[in-house]
């Protein structure tokens, strides 16, 4: 399991910056804003709400299992684009090599793989041609 302390590292990383930080960024975002304000307009309302200890006791729990439940999505998409990312650069590093590779072995003549031929050019041993028969 990925450790959670990456993103408050990389969130503080970004905070601290003195350029194109994240209190620049979401002064500037109306968005964020308008959400902001909202959710000071429901906090008062939740604040003068007559609820009990155990009420709000209930509510804070679900309040958390979301965040957690949030917290977990996060982690599972985080990894599986950085997996995907991953995959791709392979697949694309696999693809440069396998066209040189056989840029290689159509202008030798070979049928072997590009790392034998290195292999035996460097340690000068003599081959032939490949052959189908």
């Given at each position: 399991?990925?450790?959670?302390?990456?993103?408050?590292?990389?969130?503080?990383?970004?905070?601290?910056?003195?350029?194109?930080?994240?209190?620049?960024?979401?002064?500037?975002?109306?968005?964020?804003?308008?959400?902001?304000?909202?959710?000071?307009?429901?906090?008062?309302?939740?604040?003068?709400?007559?609820?009990?200890?155990?009420?709000?006791n209930?509510?804070?729990?679900?309040?958390?299992?979301?965040?957690?439940?949030?917290a977990?999505?996060?982690?599972?998409?985080?990894?599986m684009?950085?997996?995907?990312?991953?995959?791709?650069?392979?697949?694309?590093?696999?693809?440069?090599?396998?066209?040189?590779?056989?840029?290689?072995?159509?202008?030798?003549?070979?049928?072997?793989?590009?790392?034998?031929?290195?292999?035996?050019?460097?340690?000068?041993?003599?081959?032939?041609?490949?052959?189908?028969?």
């Amino acid at each position: 399991m990925m450790d959670m302390d990456i993103f408050q590292l990389l969130y503080n990383h970004l905070e601290e910056r003195h350029y194109n930080n994240i209190c620049q960024n979401a002064k500037q975002d109306a968005n964020y804003l308008k959400a902001t304000v909202l959710e000071n307009e429901l906090n008062a309302e939740y604040e003068k709400l007559n609820l009990s200890d155990e009420q709000r006791n209930v509510i804070m729990q679900l309040i958390d299992a979301i965040h957690a439940q949030e917290a977990a999505y996060t982690v599972v998409a985080f990894r599986m684009g950085m997996q995907c990312c991953f995959s791709l650069l392979m697949q694309l590093a696999n693809l440069q090599l396998h066209k040189k590779s056989a840029v290689f072995q159509n202008f030798l003549g070979l049928g072997i793989p590009l790392i034998l031929c290195f292999y035996l050019v460097i340690k000068g041993i003599f081959f032939p041609p490949y052959t189908p028969w």
